[in-house]
């Protein structure tokens, strides 16, 4: 496309035909406030409904006269366009715009969960806002609160961001413009609760309100509770995505693994233990990897016996899914009934760490299961919603009591007065804080599944993967849907596919129900990018969600490759789990304790 | 229990019956992303035959046309046109444009309120025969001022004239 000169406050810029304002500004370091816009909500899609008006300019050379023109949603066609990002006239019209915006938004900033995260905070603060002009009417609704996922529509802003994240990106169509004119708001049909809908808690919404209209429901204060309680044994374990985004918010390079600051500080909390959700990941390899193995066995077995391919795939139920992620169980149960057994039995590691915390480490340490307090700290909001599943609480105790996110960890953290930059390093506990590299990299699309390739390899053979061959690069990367053909063993081939965010994985699960022999698996993730973009990981604030995303995935590799042992089935804390307690993968006691059944929950 | 999972009557039922005739002639492709633009006809319809669109019915359009709830939801919310509540068996609307408003339909809609013992934009009459609505602008200012009781448009309307037009409702109902 050909190129058009614009002059921004006297300067002149060349940018592509098409370009808008705010593009060609970006070029040349001029800033324009924004606030609805929002280049990268998922998957690269931005939202300009150019509805806040934030970001009016001045320009001559679009109409006869000079005009006030949003810079997010004005392209630039032709050359000559004249820009004044700071003339008076577009500075009052700014100023206009945001003190109407907070002429109807509750001034309670300092009680507000998005106190010095909010982007209108920030704007207020940049515009030197010291009154409100505008005294008028104002909007009021009733909170409504999930296990997951709390809404205070009172303070939102219409910039209709969580919208097109949700219909857009997820394909999950929960939240929809409500109302028309003053009174309108993004909610949900006919304004029910969030609980009652086709909600996946995958928190994407969350991640990209800039105000506090949508925000995850904080269980820290159970927690402070658990921790100070003497009769309480409260341990905690982590999963693999929070120790690449933690350390940003204390000084670290944004996407640096910090997992001995972690623990170290986790430690300083009052944790009883400190445990690794990877190590709950190693076991989850071992019964998928099981499982997987099993399901192609069968698959082959059915063929040699005459059976066609597609028969076969039916019979042996592939491809098969992976459910480690509850964004994404919630999504086929809601939407996908026609798949339910397909996807592995295995609960996810959390569910595993929590099953396995009260049942073998319980026994072990001589503490009843109602006095030992399973904290989990999590990237994600779904896993809140999954912790309160009444299949995890067998006999009314539930396997996981209180998930808190890498936000309210670092909230935690700060309240404490612990800074984790000044820490020594810390070594998680025995016997379920050992993992190995295949379980860190179960943060990242891609990971899970290869880390059960890892160790599949070694099933058919008997002999573990060594050198560059651990690495299955085919798997990795930020794409949406990917797809591989992967030697598993010498003679067996295996097609498999890797989807993150619920958009991708619709289409992935849409192109098995066109044909169940494509795929022999398949690892699907609810969020863009895996849990390094969990609903619950710090928020990005400077509009490049890719850049973060590719730091926190590297940092997981990059972790992944400085460990000792990257198969699961050599940790050595899981042979002796294997070896005291449970048997063989997928016997009757691992069965019991690790997998979980789906059901049809179809939501309109 | 009908079909549709509510309690709804018989009665209810045929106007699901009605309702799916209409949208299954218009032969909605689910893979067809554009099928959305027939939303707005298809509550158009359903509100015809309902009388209004409680979320039963919202729902049950959403499913038909393989769309999220919510998308329906956003749009019945939009329209002033839509009504999630029940109507009266006469929907009298008077209208409150620049040149009705001028002639005084303002006082025939304070009549109304008070005969009808409703006020306007609410609940419909406890007996279920009333709704009584203010509109802008019917497109006959001529007549003005004007009232449309259901399909039926009355020009140059006095106080008088709008409760004569009840009366003869009411007399005709309690037959």
Redesign the interface.
Known sequence: MANVTVTINGTKVEVPAGATILDAAKKINVHIPTLCYCPDVGCGTANKPASCRLCLVEASGIRPRPVLVPACATPLARDGVEVWTNSARAMKARRTVLELLLSDHPQNCLTCAKNQECELQKLASEFGIREIEYQGARNNFPIDESPAIMRDLTKCIMCRRCETVC?KVQT?????????GFSAKVG???MIPLAD??CTFCGQCVNVCPVGAIVGVSYVKKVWDAINDPKKTVIVSTAPAVRVAVGQEFGFEPGKPVTGKLVAGLRALGFDKVFDTDFAADLTIMEEGHELVGRVKEFIAATQAGKSVKDASLGARLPILTSCCPGWINFLEHHFPDLLDIPSSCKSPQQMFGAIAKSYYAEKIGVKPEDLIVVSVMPCQAKKYEAARPEFAPGGIRDIDYVVTTRELVRMFHEAGINLANLEDGEYDSPLGESTGAAVIFGVTGGVLEAALRSVHTMLTGENLGGDAINFRAVRGLEGVKEAKVEVAPGISVNVAVASGLGNARKALEMVRQDRTRFQAIEIMACPGGCINGGGQPYIHDGDRKGALERRMAGLYAEDAGKPIRLSHENSDIKKLYEEYLGEPGSEKAHHLLHTVYHENIR? | MCEHGCSCSSAAAEKFAELDTFIDGLKLDPADARRRGRLIQILHRAQHIFGYLPREVQQHVAQKMRIPESAVSGVVSFYNFFSTKPKGKYVINVCLGTACYVKGSEGVLRELERVLGVKADTDPTPDGLFSLTALRCVGCCGLAPVMVVNDKVYGKVTPAKAVAVVEEIRAREAK
């Open positions: 219909n999950v169509g929960t939240l929809t413009g409500n109302g028309r949900t049909a006919s809908t086709s309109s």
